[in-house]
């Protein structure tokens, strides 16, 4: 009796898990949609719309409206920088300041800052009485010459001639050149004044500019006193400017002669950039901790304004990588992508961008590195209007 109930139980307990495979099949048969098939590429036919809708097609007009533009994947070193502020400045050859020799008092002067200026421009007038008494002494040394040298000629011919003892001859030679060293002394420093050497005497002196520019500050008016010490006129030549930075002690190390520096002006449209060659790093830290350094200009812009505020990178690594613009890359679906040109033709004279994946790195300076699939063209990338391309293909499958 007990092998018999023994075998009764094991005959339900076969018959209930044949039953639960059964159930479990039937449930696997109703989950599985047509729409999932394989095709013939071994995808899904969801995964085939899904590449379908990667192409968007616009016409000429609908292009202008998204601000489509073009552009190339660019090499650019994106990591290893160093970000620093800085500043537009004239080296010492390009800027100088004007006094006057003497001083006085400013009797006219006509010029503001920002004015532009040419080498030998008068720039003010200065009135001072010390300017006769310099005028004074020249022509009473230049008399006095001239009877030293015809005493000088007499001693000589008379030396020669064995009448006058040689001293006389010696004493007359050496006043002749004593007086010849005087004149020559007054009328340089006449000159330095802006004074007339020789002729009719003035109590006024026209202050010249050393150098063209333009005029960077202006510190005097008509009837001011002015020392020799006062600085009239600054002069700067904008035709050369240098990028002076401001680094941090801390990263001075990191910088070295002939890095590239890009920077960008606070007037500058987006996208716009810079460059300049760092050739001179400065020995002296400043109490607020900083270094200058001093970077040429890689193209000269005589528009550019000393003292113009700029934001730079130090390019502290030569390495660069594939980058494009910041607003070329899309994200959709949680993966990053970037719109090329497609090579087929398009219906009705539009222009269709096809919607690639790419895998991105470093962001930096407004720029993305970007990796692109094997043998991608490179030369024909939307870097403007990206995100009106992604609108265009979401609208589309929302309307599917």
Request: hydrophobic fraction near 35%.
């Amino acid at each position: 009796m007990k092998n018999i109930a023994f075998l009764a139980l094991l005959g339900l307990t076969l018959a209930s898990c044949g039953g639960d495979k059964k159930e479990a099949a039937a449930e696997d048969t109703k989950t599985e949609k047509p729409g999932d098939q394989p095709t013939k590429a071994g995808q899904t036919s969801g995964e085939a719309k899904e590449k379908q809708a990667t192409l968007a097609t616009l016409s000429p007009a609908e292009q202008q409206t998204a601000g489509i533009r073009l552009g190339p994947v660019e090499d650019r070193v994106l990591s290893g920088v160093l970000k620093v502020n800085g500043t537009l400045d004239a080296p010492p050859e390009n800027a100088v300041a004007v006094s006057s020799l003497l001083g006085g008092i400013i009797e006219r002067t006509t010029l503001q800052q920002g004015a532009r200026v040419r080498a030998g421009q008068v720039l003010a007038t200065i009135r001072n009485p010390e300017y006769v008494q310099l005028q004074q002494d020249y022509l009473e040394t230049s008399s006095r010459l001239e009877y030293a040298r015809a005493n000088y000629a007499r001693q000589e011919e008379l030396y020669k001639q064995e009448v006058a003892p040689q001293k006389n001859f010696q004493q007359a030679r050496a006043d002749y050149r004593a007086l010849q060293a005087q004149v020559a002394a007054q009328a340089a420093r006449l000159r330095l004044a802006g004074l007339p050497v020789g002729g009719a005497m003035t109590t006024t002196a026209p202050v010249k500019a050393p150098r063209g520019g333009y005029l960077k500050t202006v510190n005097v008016s008509a009837g001011q006193s002015v020392t020799p010490t006062d600085v009239l006129f600054e002069i700067v030549d904008p035709s050369h400017l240098d990028v002076v930075l401001t680094v941090f002690e801390k990263d001075v190390p990191k910088v070295r002669n002939g890095q590239t520096v890009r920077y960008t002006l606070t007037n500058d449209s987006v996208g716009d950039n810079h460059q300049a060659k760092v050739y001179l790093i400065g020995r002296a830290v400043s109490e607020d901790r900083t270094v200058r350094v001093y970077a040429h200009l890689t193209r000269e812009d005589a528009s550019r304004l000393p003292g113009t505020y700029v934001r730079a990178v130090v390019e502290t690594n030569s390495a660069s990588v594939p980058a494009l613009p910041d607003q070329a890359v899309v994200q959709f679906g949680g993966r990053p992508y970037i719109f090329l040109v497609d090579d087929k033709p398009a219906p009705k004279g539009e222009t269709g961008y096809r919607m690639i994946p790419v895998v991105t790195g470093v962001s930096e300076s407004g720029y993305t590195q970007v990796t692109l699939p094997a043998g991608t063209a490179t030369t024909k990338v939307v870097v403007g209007g990206a995100y009106s391309l992604l609108a265009k293909l979401k609208n589309a499958e929302e309307e599917e």
